[in-house]
């Protein structure tokens, strides 16, 4: 089965980013932006990251695209798409990269979403969640693409139940 940990808006936090990291043994780690670190942090190490509007190291790259065992993920903070007026732009691009899976945060509220044919997945914050109590992140777990389930865990690895989906893209 194939793992991948999604973080986002951690704003500063290190201690909490390796407790998550060492609680969870996973193939793949993302980091959906405003970490507030340096680019090059041994908290960040291992994780697929890109930048938010609270980054400032220009190291960071706005986006990425990656495969992830047969499925493509595309990584964004979600600042430059509007994505707290809606997922439109950011639904364009992410058909432009040809992605399956879309990571993405800002917005600091947690959630999966089936849209059309592709997976949005905001983790929320460890840090300033809204819209729930619960400081979250998210873990998703698939053996092909049309059997995923995504766990919501709060900061202290605790499962979130309500917000766990599965789906099939």
Known sequence: MA???ILSDSHGLSNEVVAIKERHDVKWSIHCGDSELE???D???GFYRVGGNCDFDVRYPDEQTIELDG???YIT???LFDVKMNLMRLSYRAEEENAQVVCFGH???AGAEKVEKKLFINPGSIRLPK???EKTYAIMRWDDP???TIHFYNVNGELVEALTKNVSI
């Open 77 to 79: 903070h979600g600042h």
């Open 107 to 109: 917005s600091h509220i």
């Open 131 to 133: 819209g729930r109590n």
């Open 71 to 73: 499925l493509t993920f």
């Open 3 to 5: 793992e991948v940990l």
């Open 146 to 148: 049309s059997d995923i």
């Open 43 to 45: 908290e960040l190490q």
């Open 39 to 41: 680019f090059d942090a």
